[in-house]
């Protein structure tokens, strides 16, 4: 690793629309953070920056990056962390193989991702893909808990400024549907652990034992999960829904976290893939087999090696023509639902719709009620409830709502995300043992040949640093404040009774609920539509999916929300909000030069990382700064700032310079630091007196084609230009 000065504060490179933004923005804050002697330096945790740290010894020397995401995972272990963390590609597979293929026409000659390995190199080549795919950041860098809310700022303006929602009718035929058995809820299992223990995961077979995972680690009160999908149950539970949304007339929709859930989901969508094209796959599987089709890899890769084979494009035609039609990603260009695994992500899919009024897109272009099939009852119950009370009650106004904050426990991999190396899809009949370093069976299923196991673990301090956050933010706010957990649940079970004697000892019993999924869905939307707030105290995976599914109603976007992650040895970690319309936003700077991605959520974070500092270092100017960022986003909001989503209008970069004035002229006009006001008034006048020279020099290279040299890995040199177009901005920025 290559040795490097640690600046005050770390703002990450990232992809797509986020990593353009940065392009225009970061300077900006650079020059601003400097006047008060303040660095603001980057680390690389891109998609194509872990591809290139991941083989340096497939590279030149001039071509080699250093590991910054282990950098950074040193760092947040320690009360000096204060990142800024923007939201980066979960990948999938396939968009780890592009990413890989654009690396290589770029001259870098990094190995092909081997799908089906078979030599010890390959195995070797592909064990480092798999260390890149899925959630592979968030875990390494969230060492602590998760604090998100709309600023005060923003859901004053979403009042004032309510967006439109899709009307709700008790008649539609939108639904949500669960596997009623054979799922991972179904067959949990957990423990609490009373002392520390090594352990091992194995599956017992005819033939033997084969070590699936060993040299497993846990300290002592770690909770500890296993469970299991069956696909034989997942096959007949798909099988009946696509018939079933037939006969029904509405859209079929499958809603993973393809992205996150890396090893789980594709699977699960692979299933549905091949569910809806069963009579292709039963005539045809072996000649599909041999042109190389992964059903795993989506529809439309599927399409791709077949496309040569008359006899099965016609059967995928036929079966295509038999079936209920599909909820479309892009009904102009094709593109349904099960095409690509990241394309529709539970989080961001599911609250679109619900906005939306329980509408999809079909194939005709049209909205249409749909069938939203998520196989797993753990979480499915929270859209179900949602879906179920919009029917009952029409849609949510935003202009009354009031608001759910969330305290999320996901410190140091806790939950599910932090389980893909322990997930497998069993080769063979057998039982799926996790056994203790004492001989102790600690867990045991027996499954059959292509079922999902899964196992995933808490440890007991960053679960009682969740439910201690989570009294703080109750006493700041005096909200009604529920726990989302299910004693039904085997591990929420566990975690209950980890939680119960906490607020107990700490005498707040009685400030605080405990519900189900579905019953907090429930009283959290009676709550908000009265205009109340409450806190959702959550686990990992239903932090990330309520911070967007509330948002997403109160806000029209989760990339506005605030998130503050206290790290547990001291440090902070600010992220941005979410980045899943991201690629829809490159897509039309490409086409057409404009960026519509709004940098709210960094402005924001920006001014948290600022007070913090200040906090953490005793640095008066850096409180400053991070009190003027909040004015200059105030200004944002007030004028109307934000980017339009129309070519020709305001974008992101015009946003960026409003950002840099109000800024500047916030910074003019305050009395607790006279050099930097006396630094900034220039800066403040030089700004609003050639206003419109700068939007001039913005607006007029919209709408032509951009050229950025790479969707994965910019040329930064064409980024740059594209990114700052005003030399009269630059000029006065520098």
């Given amino acids: 690793m ?15 629309a986020p990593e353009l933004a940065s392009a225009s923005l970061l300077p900006i804050i650079q020059r601003f953070a400097a006047a008060a002697d303040i660095t603001v330096g980057t680390r690389d945790i891109s998609l194509a920056g872990r591809i290139l740290s991941t083989f340096p010894d497939k590279l030149s020397a001039d071509q080699r990056v250093s590991d910054d995401l282990a950098e950074l995972g040193e760092l947040v272990k320690t009360p000096e962390a204060n990142v800024i963390k923007l939201p980066n590609i979960s990948a999938s597979v396939p968009q780890l193989l592009a990413a890989v293929s654009e690396l290589q026409a770029q001259g870098y000659d990094i190995p092909d991702y081997p799908s089906e390995p078979a030599t010890d190199a390959e195995k070797d080549v592909r064990a480092r893909y798999d260390t890149i795919k899925g959630s592979a950041v968030n875990p390494v860098l969230r060492e602590g808990n998760s604090d998100r809310r709309a600023a005060a700022a923003v859901k004053s303006f979403a009042q004032k400024n309510p967006h439109r929602m899709g009307e709700w009718s008790a008649d539609s035929k939108t639904r949500v549907a669960a596997m009623d058995g054979g799922d991972f809820f179904s067959n949990e299992k957990s423990a609490t652990l009373a002392d520390a223990a090594k352990a091992k995961i194995v599956l017992e077979t005819a033939d033997g034992e084969t070590v699936l995972k060993d040299g497993l680690s846990y300290p002592a009160g770690t909770v500890v999960d296993a469970t299991y999908m069956s696909a034989a149950a997942l096959d007949a539970f798909l099988a009946e829904e696509i018939e079933k949304t037939k006969a029904e007339g509405v859209l079929f929709s499958m809603h993973l976290k393809a992205t996150m859930m890396k090893v789980s989901d594709p699977i699960i969508f692979g299933h549905a893939v091949k569910q809806f094209l069963a009579p292709v796959f039963e005539k045809f599987g072996a000649e599909m087999d041999a042109l190389g089709v992964s059903p795993n890899s989506g529809l439309g890769d599927l399409l791709e090696r077949v496309k040569g084979n008359a006899d099965i494009m016609a059967a995928i035609d036929e079966t295509m023509a038999a079936r209920p039609p599909m909820y479309m990603v892009d009904s102009d260009r094709g593109i349904t639902n099960l095409h690509v695994p990241s394309d529709v992500i539970v989080d961001a899919s599911m609250p679109a719709l619900i906005r939306a009024g329980g509408k999809g897109w079909g194939p005709d272009n049209k909205e249409h009620d749909a069938a939203c099939v998520i196989p797993d009852n753990s979480y499915a119950p929270v859209y179900d409830e949602a879906i179920k009370f919009f029917k009952a009650n029409g849609k949510l106004n935003p202009a009354t709502a009031g608001t759910v904050q969330n305290i999320g426990l996901m410190a140091q991999k806790a939950e599910e995300y932090g389980s893909h190396p322990t997930t497998f899809e069993i080769p063979v009949n057998g039982s799926v043992k996790m056994v203790l370093d004492d001989g102790t ?34 006493k700041a706010t005096g909200y009604r404040s529920i726990f989302w957990l299910d004693a039904a649940r085997a591990h929420d079970a566990e975690l209950i009774a980890m939680v119960k004697p906490i607020l107990e000892a700490q005498g707040v019993a009685d400030k605080f609920e405990i519900m189900t999924p579905r019953d907090a869905t429930r009283a959290s939307l009676e709550t908000i539509t009265k205009g109340e707030n409450t806190i959702a105290i959550t686990g990992n995976v239903l932090r990330d999916y309520l911070t967007d599914l509330f948002p997403i109603l109160e806000l029209a976007t989760s990339a506005k929300m605030l998130s503050i992650v206290k790290l547990m040895q001291g440090g902070g970690l600010f992220e941005t909000g979410a980045g899943g319309s991201a690629p829809k936003h490159v897509q039309q700077l490409l086409g057409q030069n404009h960026l519509r991605w709004d940098s709210l959520g960094e402005f924001c974070a920006l001014g948290e990382s600022f007070k913090f500092l200040a906090e953490t270092k005793d640095n008066a100017r850096a409180k400053v700064l991070g009190e003027t960022v909040e004015t200059a986003t105030q200004g944002i909001l007030d004028n109307g700032r934000s980017p339009s989503r129309k070519v020709g209008e305001p974008d992101n970069r015009d946003s960026h310079y409003w950002f840099a004035r109000y800024w500047a002229e916030a910074l003019a006009a305050q009395s607790d630091d006279a050099a930097l006001a006396a630094e900034f008034a220039p800066v403040a006048k030089a700004l609003a007196e050639n206003e419109g020279k700068i939007t001039g020099e913005l607006a007029e290279v919209q709408g032509t084609p951009a050229d950025i040299g790479g969707y994965y890995h910019a040329d930064p040199a064409k980024l740059v230009a594209v990114m700052r177009p005003s030399a009269t901005l630059n000029g006065i920025i520098g």
């Fill in 2 to 16: 290559v040795n490097k000065t640690v600046p005050d504060i770390i703002y990450t490179k990232v992809d797509e």
């Fill in 441 to 474: 069976v600690l867990h045991q299923h027996s499954v059959e040949a292509g079922d999902i196991w899964r196992s995933a673990s808490a440890r007991k301090a960053p679960i009682e640093d969740w439910v201690n956050l989570a009294i703080a933010r109750q």
